[in-house]
């Protein structure tokens, strides 16, 4: 018996949405719809690399070629600046006639400065505030060093005014003039230490891995795919493909995990103790300048001693500056520079607390101005000598790990492009050839 004709008959809708949902899901469609996944995929993964690549190469660049010079200067500027109101003391306490040699150091001081300060204003990366207090410390230092004139021509005329131009000198250096350059330097501190978490951050080394994960991920797929549908083992466009995703990924992290070592390295080995040493000169730069203010006021202004010793237990101590670098030497290998600076440091505070038993105890200023003039100095120079040495050996270590930091990168943004185009095509070439098979 035959079926009702109602119930054989198919409406042609129906008919029509089960021929376009067969068109849909024929194997060429399918194919084109890989292909073209496929290739974005790849283009993803080389555009990852070449954004990951160009943001840690630029935090690198950052770190060797803007802040680091402007830390260095704006370090070099502070410790001439403090320097010089030291050497003035220092030239002040040795009569009416000072040595050739302290005014030519002091004229050198205040010259180098003049040009730090100068070239720090003309260069770029300062924010607003360190770009203020450039402009506060280059109109207070022509007041400075007029002030320091002042009292040296007092001074060789036995006048007690000398003193007290001095002191005004100095109290302009220490409440202006080296705030605004601190100032400076710790926003170029800041700057260094923003280029390494960008130059270290995990994010781009993450995003690296997962996109070519999940394309090497969807190369296999496919390709067992079309090896169960055509009976074929390789297919060599997508071979050439996977192969060339490998190696961009390879080379990608590669390169990434040998910049992030080479620029943790550079902080580690260089900026760390680079900042913790001239944060350190410079305190003892403040520090001998107090000594000299304190000798040449005789005592009459009470701020300078207790500023010694404060300066003093900053630096000294379990949990000092000194300290500090010394652990860091410590992590890099040797401490006998650092000793040496602790040795060095010691030996100028006996030097500090011989004259102060002249001058307190005993009532015998010249001779208190005789081992602060004699002894100190050339024990103050040894040490200022060190911080030097250890400086420059810190600042040269951060550069060569931040330089090899940039080298390791060198070349991957350009072949990550090239290679995630010729994956690309080889992916699109491999399929095409499929999908011309059912033409």
């Not at 200067?73 to 002040?92: C, G, I, N, Q, W």
């Not at 024990?379 to 940039?406: C, I, P």
């Not at 080298?407 to 011309?436: E, F, H, K, P």
């Amino acid at each position: 018996m035959a079926a009702p004709a109602a119930l054989t008959q198919v409406p042609a809708s129906s008919r029509r949405q089960t021929r376009v949902r067969t068109a849909r899901l024929t194997t060429p469609n399918l194919l084109r719809v890989a292909g073209a996944v496929l290739a974005a995929g790849v283009i993803v993964v080389g555009a990852v690399a070449l954004r990951s690549t160009t943001d840690r190469r630029d935090a690198t660049r950052q770190v060797e070629f803007t802040a680091t010079p402007r830390l260095v200067a704006a370090e070099d500027a502070y410790v001439k600046l403090a320097d010089a109101d030291a050497t003035a003391s220092s030239a002040f306490l040795q009569g009416s006639v000072e040595p050739v040699g302290l005014r030519q150091r002091y004229d050198a001081d205040i010259h180098d400065a003049a040009q730090q300060l100068t070239a720090l204003a003309a260069g770029s990366g300062a924010s607003p505030a360190a770009q203020q207090a450039l402009a506060d410390a280059a109109r207070a230092l022509p007041v400075y060093t007029g002030l320091v004139e002042a009292a040296r021509a007092d001074n060789r005329q036995g006048s007690l005014l000398g003193a007290a131009y001095l002191r005004s000198a100095s109290a302009l250096m220490r409440a202006t003039i080296l705030p605004s350059t601190t100032t400076v330097y710790e926003d170029a501190a800041r700057q260094v230490d923003a280029g390494y978490r960008a130059g270290t951050a995990p994010g781009a080394l993450v995003a690296v891995v997962a996109t070519t994960g999940v394309l090497l991920i969807l190369l296999v797929v496919t390709q067992v795919a079309l090896a169960r549908r055509t009976r074929r083992v390789l297919n060599v466009g997508l071979v050439l493909a996977t192969v060339l995703v490998l190696t961009i990924g390879a080379w990608s992290i590669g390169a990434l995990v040998a910049q992030q070592n080479a620029l943790t390295r550079s902080q580690r080995e260089g900026s760390d103790a680079l900042q913790i040493l001239s944060t350190a000169r410079i305190l003892t730069l403040r520090s001998f300048s107090d000594e000299n203010l304190e000798l040449i006021q005789r005592g009459a202004t009470p701020e300078y001693i207790p500023d010694f010793d404060r300066v003093q237990h900053e630096l000294q101590g379990g949990t000092g500056l000194l300290a500090a670098a010394r652990s860091i030497a410590a992590r890099n290998g040797s401490t006998a520079p650092v000793d040496t600076l602790i040795r060095d440091n010691a030996r100028y505070l006996d030097d500090h607390t011989a004259w102060q038993q002249r001058a307190n105890t005993d009532g015998d200023y010249l001779g208190a101005v005789k081992v602060a003039t004699g002894t100190e100095v050339a024990d103050f120079s040894m040490l200022d000598n060190a911080y030097r040495r250890d400086v420059g050996t810190a600042g040269a270590r951060l550069t060569a790990h931040a330089a090899t930091a940039r080298d390791a990168l060198g070349g991957l943004a350009i072949g990550a492009v090239i290679l995630a185009i010729l994956a690309a095509a080889c992916t699109v070439l491999g399929l095409r050839r499929r999908i011309q098979e059912y033409s």
